[in-house]
């Protein structure tokens, strides 16, 4: 059975399912993270947790490196032991109760549940992309892996952008333990589709014996995982930080022994699968400076939304949209300093002081001819709703990308997986110069900027993420020795992670750049020099990947 899609091609009748599955668990986890730092940062009065913003964007970013470090664990286990579809039900299972855990009080659940939602994810991660890959390995549709890892990626983000309208209903109307638990409920619909469509797809969850150049799972487990939890533990523990805070020195070291792994596959591998490795692990090194900059839309844009961005209902959509916002009371002095400087007090937070802030610091820099008068209050959409340009930008955009590569393939001239990558980098570097540009427009932060700022930012790196994330997941699939397809694809997911990390250090440096488009011309740069060395490897990686054109 087949299904057919616009860009004139047939794809596997398990393409749907596997789509409507991924949304909801994209639902999921993207509600959760959308509202994971305003979270983090709101005050206890209201529900959150009280903490400064470098230390939200530190957890925030050692969240989402571990949630894509794990991958590699659950593709290796999903390869040699458990089979893909088992570490799916097992990966979703975690991960939605890991969402309603965190709506319960205290530390210990908090840190519990994050656990179980890092591990989850790394038995669901890897292994739905390798079973959507198997299904393309039919002679019928190799030739729309491609689009069909696009369209997967469409599901992604259709999940993605509906959940913050959930997000800002169930916290504004009830509170942040109510969201958390429709992340959780997100997460077992998309079981419950996976478990309807099974037939579709249980043919191709098949595995590859291990070869004698492979190292055991005992080994692995010896050898890998155990060492990069020794090392963790051990970085976290060391007196002082090395590299800014625990969580980083613990992150940093304990990726060492992975990297040393996935190293020693291209040294003990088969002369046949030797360039093939090679130019894979390249891709995952270049790739690291995209989720860097990409993965801050949940710190440091979430941060430009929240306090720099206009956010105030026009008074024409306040009834049609009074579930999506907060009204927030003008301070009792205007003045922008006491506003921004002046209105918190120091509270204890598991033995440790906070800072709470009374009335919303977004009064700081309003124009003053729109400062409330005191005592009245200004309405505001919820931040977290500006994390559903991105994915909506996907929805719109994915069709278009889908149907330039089909007219190109038709012509012929259609670029390698490689090259599109590339271009991707490049095409990302530029939504960097769109903030640059807003910096200079709203004077510093000065005034409030236009929220078209961030629809333009996120619209140009969408063309990019294109061009370079669904791209990146078909060439693991396309490339990787079938045997080792779900740990290849968990080595996609641990650039990502690295890459995260590093989002979430570059996020906790926010405060400290007087004036902002420092801060976006250094996420410039990063881009800048992953294009080009992309670029230069582009002949290279297309003849080992034997792409070459």
């Not at 989850?120 to 890892?149: A, M, V």
């Amino acid at each position: 059975m087949t299904t057919s899609s616009a860009s004139g091609g047939k794809h596997p009748s398990g393409l749907p399912f596997l789509f409507l599955t991924e949304m909801w668990e994209r639902f999921g986890y993207y509600l959760m993270i959308g509202i994971f730092q305003l979270y983090l940062t709101d005050p206890i009065a209201t529900g959150g947790m009280a903490m400064d913003r470098k230390e939200a964007a530190d957890i925030y970013g050692t969240f989402i490196a571990f949630v894509f470090l794990t991958p590699f664990l659950g593709g290796l286990l999903a390869d040699r032991l458990l089979g893909y579809t088992k570490s799916i039900y097992i990966g979703g299972t975690l991960m939605g109760l890991g969402y309603m855990g965190l709506a319960l009080p205290g530390m210990t659940s908090f840190y519990l549940s994050l656990l179980l939602i890092i591990v989850g994810n790394g038995f669901f991660k890897p292994n739905i992309s390798t079973l959507l890959g198997n299904l393309y390995n039919d002679e019928r549709y190799k030739t729309q892996k491609d689009s069909g890892y696009n369209i997967f990626y469409m599901g992604i983000n259709l999940g993605a952008g509906v959940c913050n309208l959930f997000a800002a209903f169930m916290r504004n109307k009830y509170g942040w333990g109510e969201a958390f638990m429709t992340a959780g409920v997100g997460m077992f619909i998309g079981l419950i589709v996976f478990a309807i469509g099974l037939r579709h797809y249980r043919h191709a969850d098949v595995r590859k014996p291990a070869q004698k150049e492979d190292m055991s799972l005992a080994k692995v487990f010896g050898t890998v995982f155990l060492p990069a939890v020794v090392v963790g533990i051990a970085a976290w523990m060391i007196p002082g930080n090395l590299l800014g805070s625990d969580s980083t020195d613990a992150f940093i070291f304990a990726t060492i022994p992975v990297v040393v792994f996935y190293v020693g596959l291209w040294i003990r591998a088969a002369a046949e699968d030797k360039r093939q490795l090679a130019a894979l692990l390249s891709i995952f090194a270049v790739s690291i400076m995209f989720w860097a900059v990409f993965k801050q839309n949940g710190t440091a844009l979430t941060t430009w939304a929240q306090f720099y961005t206009d956010r105030e209902v026009p008074e024409l959509v306040r009834p049609a949209a009074e579930s999506l916002y907060l009204a927030e009371s003008a301070p009792n002095q205007v003045d922008s300093v006491t506003a921004y400087d002046a209105n918190f007090k120091v509270v204890k937070v598991d033995g440790k002081e906070v800072k709470e802030w009374g009335k919303p610091v977004y009064f700081k820099n309003l124009q003053a001819e729109r400062m409330p008068a005191e005592g009245a209050s200004l309405y505001l959409f919820n931040t977290e709703l500006f994390q559903s340009i991105n994915p909506l930008w996907v929805i719109l955009l994915t069709p278009v990308v889908v149907g330039f590569f089909a007219l190109l393939r038709r012509r012929g001239k259609e670029p390698r997986t490689a090259t599109k990558i590339a271009w991707g980098l490049l095409i990302s570097a530029l939504s960097t110069l769109v903030m640059v540009a807003a910096v200079y427009v709203c004077q510093n932060g000065e005034v409030k900027a236009s929220g078209w700022w961030l629809v333009a930012c996120y619209g140009v790196i969408t063309i990019g993420e294109l061009f370079l994330s669904p791209m990146g997941l078909s060439l693991v699939s396309k490339v990787s020795p079938r045997r080792l397809t779900a740990l290849m694809m968990g080595g996609w997911f641990l650039s990502t992670s690295i890459g995260n990390k590093l989002s979430g250090i570059l996020a906790t440096l926010w405060d400290g750049y007087a004036h902002k488009s420092d801060f976006f011309l250094v996420n410039f740069a990063l881009l800048g020099v992953a294009a080009a060395g992309m670029f230069l490897m582009l002949r290279w990686l297309n003849r080992s990947m034997g792409e070459e054109s």
